[in-house]
């Protein structure tokens, strides 16, 4: 793990001009509500962009989101119950360690859990729960077309959950969220970029034998697809020099930007 002290999201005097301009593009990039907060930080963690232990302080960062510190902690207060940073009590939050070495434990929680849950739906899947499973495998292939590796992410940790929920069993869902939020990190840091056509593909075999009411295919299906997934988190070679915090920010501030500008332009 990274040294926390060696990782600062605190600019320094010289800095502080850089960091202006930061504010200045978040204000005119109309990101002054928790929501935008949040995405702009929830993209930049689940992409790596962020090395393990950078401290995400709140007056940096209100000071950079055009915000008061009060809804920047309300973020951090969400990002962590997501187990996207690591919120400690007289410290602060921090961009999370993930722990490699838990995988095997959590995948294998997994893999009872959702094969109980594709086995049940099999039978049970209605209409309605079929097209919204076809409409989020299509939004899974749009996103992997686009080379947009963080919605990818987003969304494969969607299908699982969505999965879950058609159960209409409240203690199911809750139990799929909390797995799938503690694997999602893991995804993020250790699973290499080429993996999303994987994921895709295996995200689509599980519907095909949903759709077919096939109970045996669909349990092979998810239990296969999150073997290959656990197999396929490797540890990622970092940058020697990971970019100041700010930097980070400002370029997917930017991004965010020219993708609202395209939206707001169709």
Same mark, same amino acid.
């Given at each position: @793990? @990274? /040294?926390r002290k060696a990782v600062r999201a605190v600019p320094s005097d010289g800095e502080t001009a850089q960091t202006g301009m930061l504010d200045e593009t978040a204000v005119h990039a109309g990101?002054?509500?928790e929501t935008a907060v949040h995405a702009v930080l929830a993209r930049v963690l689940l992409d790596g962009r962020v090395p393990a232990g950078t401290k995400l +302080? =709140?007056?940096?960062? $209100? =000071?950079i989101f055009g915000v008061s510190r009060e809804r920047v902690r309300k973020v951090l207060h969400r990002l962590g119950h997501e187990r996207l940073i690591t919120v400690e009590k007289n410290r602060g939050a921090f961009a999370i360690a993930p722990d490699l070495g838990e995988a095997r434990t959590v995948y294998e929680a997994r893999?009872?859990? =959702? +094969?109980g849950i594709v086995g049940h739906l099999a039978t049970a899947l209605d209409e309605a729960g079929e097209a919204r499973l076809a409409a989020h495998v299509? $939004? =899974? /292939?749009a996103a992997m077309a686009a080379g947009d590796r963080f919605t990818s992410i987003r969304l494969s940790a969607e299908f699982h959950t969505i999965l879950a929920d058609l159960t209409g069993n409240v203690l199911i869902r809750r139990q799929m969220q909390e797995l799938v939020a503690r694997t999602m990190m893991l995804v993020a840091f250790f699973e290499p /970029?080429?993996? %999303?056509a994987c994921q895709c593909a295996e995200h689509r075999a599980v519907f095909r034998a949903l759709s077919g009411r096939a109970r045996a295919q669909a349990v092979r299906a998810m239990t296969t697809h999150l073997s290959l997934v656990e197999t396929r988190l490797r540890p990622r070679v970092c940058e $020697? %020099?990971?970019p100041p915090l700010e930097e980070v920010l400002r370029d997917a501030l930017a991004r965010r930007q020219t993708a609202k500008g395209l939206n707001d332009n169709r």
């Open positions: @793990m @990274m /040294d990101m002054l509500d +302080g =709140e007056h940096f960062l $209100a =000071e893999r009872i859990l =959702e +094969g299509a $939004a =899974e /292939d /970029d080429s993996s %999303v $020697a %020099v990971p």
